[in-house]
């Protein structure tokens, strides 16, 4: 049982479940009801959810990849938490990263064979390569590895939109017609992407201040090493202003179609919440106060992407 809880630990089980959600809601809430407006799709659902499954061994491959060079940094950072060299050893580490992101290849390929898409394969490649070369090195430089993990989150809503992408069908429809959900398909995809970017690297920046004391001690140059804390906490208060905005401007638009309860739902989970972050963030000192802005942060991303039920709700 310990092994089977470090391995789970591991792999960061919280994560890969948000990004098969993630991924599931984006089906259930945006694509399938296209149906009942008389509008199909060539891409199959089968082919979904062969995507779902290698987004969450990619990713997994990636934590554990991560957890594997950052042995060091985490022992002083997280001792509590480090698996590798306690429970896993490092050569079954590397054993599962390569089995992991191999099968997500292996995948990738076999979808682009069997399907309309054509890219998948190549796309996990690139993911995986860019997942190791993070671990690797650019975690450790100024703002990069932030980006490429930020980029990578709202990846998993954006790869989800281009298996669809130029896919959709209507036989009895006008072009008008199609292009109007198209286009609407287009927008509401791309929302949720820069959401899942921008929250992310708000907590990538809130977990360096966390690191902080381990980052310096073995050369990382995060932010707050390059740039200070009070700095730090300036950037991250930008993007929370950005990203409250983004959101209060999206309800005052869907409030003009009747969507209360969407309002609601978004104005106590995600803005309420947001406001209280960036509050709360100035007074952040020691390690545990920006931990619980993390934990708080990410419970803010999951809240952000379950509203996507709400397009199936009003569709």
Not at 133 to 160: E, F
Not at 252 to 275: E, H
Request: glycine share 6%.
């Amino acid at each position: 049982m310990k092994l089977i809880a470090a391995f789970l630990k591991l792999i960061r089980w919280p994560n890969l479940l948000m990004i098969a959600v993630t991924q599931l809601l984006f089906y259930f809430s945006l694509v399938e009801p296209l149906a009942a407006k008389g509008i199909n799709t060539s891409f199959n659902k089968f082919h979904f959810l062969l995507l779902i499954i290698a987004s969450v061994l990619v990713a997994a491959a990636g934590y554990i990849i991560n957890d594997y060079f950052d042995l060091n940094i985490d022992q002083v950072n997280k001792p509590e938490r480090t698996v590798i060299d306690k429970l896993i050893k490092r050569r079954w580490a590397i054993v599962m990263h390569l089995g992991f992101s191999l099968a997500a290849i292996v995948i990738g390929f076999y979808v682009d064979l069997n399907s309309t898409v054509f890219w998948l394969g190549l796309s996990n490649i690139g993911v995986a390569f860019l997942l190791f070369g993070y671990s690797i090195s650019l975690k450790k430089k100024l703002l990069w590895g932030n980006i490429l993990v930020s980029a990578l989150t709202g990846w998993v809503v954006l790869i989800s939109f281009l298996c669809y992408y130029n896919t959709f069908t209507c036989s009895g429809c006008g072009e008008s017609f199609l292009d109007m959900y198209n286009n609407r398909f287009i927008r509401i995809s791309f929302l949720y992407s820069g959401f899942a970017f921008i929250i992310s690297i708000i907590r990538e920046v809130v977990k360096d201040l966390e690191d902080i004391d381990g980052d310096a001690r073995y050369g990382c140059k995060t932010m707050p090493i390059a740039w200070g804390i009070p700095a730090s906490k300036v950037f991250v208060a930008v993007w929370l202003v950005v990203l409250i905005g983004m959101v209060g401007i999206v309800q005052f638009y869907v409030l003009q179609f009747g969507w209360i309860w969407s309002a609601v739902y978004c104005i106590i989970l995600i803005i309420l919440p947001l406001l209280w972050i960036l509050r709360n963030l100035m007074r952040a000192q020691v390690p545990k106060d920006y931990r619980q802005l993390s934990g708080l942060i990410k419970l803010v991303m999951l809240a952000g992407l379950l509203s996507m039920i709400f397009f199936k709700i009003y569709s």
